[in-house]
Nanobody, 113 residues
Framework: QVQLVESGGGLVQPGGSLRLSCAAS????????MGWYRQAPGNQRELVAF???????NYADSVKGRFTISRDNAKNTVFLQMNSLKPEDTAVYYC???????WGQGTQVTVSS
């Protein structure tokens, strides 16, 4: 059974940084594209970034130049480095195995002074 466990969320001031991690188990991680989504209250879940098995990346326009997705296949982990955070980045962030359709439980990110 595939399990995805996110960590690294928290409260940060505008302009600050956070690094989210997503540890995967139960799948052939290195073969799968992985993504980070977020959902703010009252909004639909949106794709923030994804990374393919060969390391190609893609970002939502709202986070380009501020967020970086990466993966460590040896550790079955995908990361989301978030810099220059804004209040509108506040949301629950989820990682997803895009090949298998599995989701983590989410981690809260709050950007506020």
């Amino acid at each position: 059974q595939v399990q995805l466990v996110e960590s690294g969320g928290g409260l940060v001031q505008p302009g600050g940084s956070l690094r989210l991690s997503c540890a995967a188990s139960g799948s052939i991680f290195s073969r799968n594209a992985m993504g980070w989504y977020r959902q703010a209250p009252g909004n639909q879940r949106e794709l923030v970034a994804f990374i393919t098995s060969d390391g190609s990346t893609n970002y939502a326009d709202s986070v380009k130049g501020r967020f970086t997705i990466s993966r460590d296949n040896a550790k079955n982990t995908v990361f989301l480095q978030m810099n220059s955070l804004k209040p509108e980045d506040t949301a629950v962030y989820y990682c997803s195995d895009l090949q298998l359709g599995y989701w983590g439980q989410g981690t809260q990110v709050t950007v506020s002074s």
